[in-house]
């Protein structure tokens, strides 16, 4: 059964860095797109980052410069590398999987997978 699952949250001070994990199972996509969404409390989500199959990335004005998304040589990792993070940056982070190419999803949120329980951020000033 396909399914996605998000590590690697926690607190840290202004400034300091995360790595965000997410394991995605059962998906066999040749064509695909995966990402990192994150909602606040009170907040709708919100997009932060996506990878297409072929490696390239877009990310969020939010965080662009500061955040990283990857892949490993296998495709069945994404990584969220998070530096000189702020008090605004904490939320709650999901990991995103779609079969199809990102620009498929612009817009369009509600297409993508998500992981279950997502996974908690807390920066402090």
């Known amino acids: 059964q396909a399914q996605l699952v998000e590590s690697g949250g926690g607190s840290v001070q202004a400034g300091g860095s995360l790595r965000l994990s997410c394991a995605y199972f059962g998906y066999a996509y040749v064509l695909y797109c995966s990402g990192w969404f994150r909602q606040a409390p009170g907040k709708e989500r919100e997009w932060v980052a996506s990878?297409?199959?072929?490696?390239?990335?877009t990310y969020s004005d939010s965080v662009k410069d500061r955040f990283t998304i990857s892949q490993d040589n296998r495709k069945n990792f994404v990584y969220l590398q998070m530096d000189s993070l702020k008090p605004e940056d904490t939320a709650t982070y999901y990991c995103a999987w779609g079969g199809n190419s990102c620009s498929f999803f612009v817009g369009r949120p509600d297409r993508f997978r998500y992981g279950g329980q997502g996974t908690q951020v807390t920066v402090s000033s």
């Open positions: 990878i297409e199959s072929d490696g390239r990335t």
